[in-house]
């Protein structure tokens, strides 16, 4: 019986690395409120992502949650039904109606030719995902919100350190948002951050995550509590030293997978734009041609799952189809087709750095046969 391989495994730096970082916070006794491994990892971080500023969340939902009370969102907000669930969630949560809109066939991003099409007076913002890591076409977006005089908030949880066209993502729209949990590419343990471009906006952010305190007797507006706490933060400045080695890895994984999988009738990859750099590969999603391939993708996903290999179907359900959200008029299932197929043939498989060449292999094999 060969062991099970889930769709990721987080990357943790040595023990005995970490408990330094302990003993600091047991001595000084200070355990949260902008204390000073949260304030070295929001000004290491900034550096590494290449951005002007980072407020760190306790986690990405709450960053997402919290960026929208920023920037005061409200009424509709025009959205990807192709995402984790939070996107959405964070939308609901501030009483904002989410707007499905269809994304585009290929990397599975909110098509911006079909923006205009759902604006209405309602509407206040637009809330992109930039899935798998690839950007969303962020130029045309904020020529839309130029012209309607809306915000852009990214979820970019899955973009961390990628860059394009030499810069970072992160920088497009008014605020860009990440999740360092345990499955993603960079993880504190739970952990998130909203990355802004000037100074006034991050006091705002820093003031909306502690209650809303501006000073002691001074509460500037009904904040929330979502700031990182300082074992998070230390862990994080473990984690960036090792963040490279991890990605590298990553990377070797993915060429193992493109290399093999590319050959199989059936299986198409995931493409990238070609100014995409520093990669990170946080998912390897394949999706199934049904017809070409001649088993359909729940079979391939069930087959895998019985011989212990636990893809995801990222993502699938859509959002739009949840419960909460399916009575919603852009929700209607012919309005989404491109959503829906993705959706219908979509697995991410395994890729996390300690994944091996056997295991990867095994992997490999089972696809083909
Ligand atoms: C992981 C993820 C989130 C949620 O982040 P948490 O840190 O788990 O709260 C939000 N949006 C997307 C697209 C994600 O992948």
Redesign the pocket.
């Known amino acids: 019986m060969s062991k099970n391989i889930f769709v990721t495994q987080p990357a943790l730096p040595p023990l005995d690395e970490f408990i330094p970082y302990l003993e600091q916070i047991w001595e000084s006794k200070i355990l949260t409120n902008n204390g000073q491994f949260h304030r070295q990892l929001e000004g290491e971080l900034a550096e590494f992502l290449d951005v002007p500023y980072v407020s760190l969340?306790t986690?990405?939902?709450?960053?997402?949650f919290t960026a929208l009370q920023v920037l005061r969102i409200t009424g509709e907000v025009i959205t990807t039904p192709y995402?984790?669930v939070?996107?959405t969630n964070?939308l609901w949560w501030n009483n904002i109606k989410p707007v499905f809109v269809d994304v585009d066939p290929i990397y599975g991003n909110l098509d911006p030719n079909k923006i205009e099409e759902a604006i209405t007076p309602m509407t206040t913002a637009i809330l992109p995902?930039h899935?798998y890591g690839n950007p969303c076409d962020v130029q045309r977006i904020q020529e839309i919100a130029d012209t309607y005089g809306l915000k852009v908030i990214y979820?970019a949880?899955?973009t961390f350190g990628n860059k394009f066209k030499g810069h970072s993502i992160l920088n497009w729209g008014d605020l860009s948002?990440l999740?360092?949990?345990a499955?993603?590419p960079y993880n504190t343990m739970?952990?998130?951050a909203i990355v802004c471009q000037d100074d006034k906006t991050k006091q705002r952010i820093d003031y909306l995550k502690n209650f809303g305190f501006a000073d002691e007797v001074t509460v500037m507006a009904p904040g929330i509590n979502s700031k990182m706490n300082e074992m998070q933060a230390a862990l994080g400045l473990l984690q960036l030293k090792n963040h490279k080695k991890n990605i590298e890895k990553r990377q070797q994984i993915a060429k193992q997978y493109c290399d093999e999988l590319n050959e199989i009738y059936g299986i198409n990859l995931l493409e990238h734009p070609t100014e995409l750099g520093n990669y990170n590969n946080s998912y390897f999603p394949i999706f199934i041609d049904e017809k070409a391939y001649g088993k359909s993708r729940d079979e391939l996903y069930f087959y895998l799952k019985e011989k212990g290999i636990y893809g995801r179907r990222?993502f699938y359900p859509l959002i739009s189809d949840f419960p909460s959200y399916r009575g919603l008029e852009s929700a209607k299932s012919d309005k989404l087709p491109n959503a829906r197929k993705l959706a219908k043939e979509v697995i991410c498989l395994p890729i996390y750095p300690d994944l091996n060449k056997s295991d990867i292999n095994r992997i490999i094999e089972l696809i083909k046969a």
């Open positions: 969340f986690n990405g939902t709450l960053a997402l995402s984790f939070a996107t964070a995902v899935v979820d949880a899955h948002t999740s360092f949990h499955t993603k739970e952990g998130g990222y």
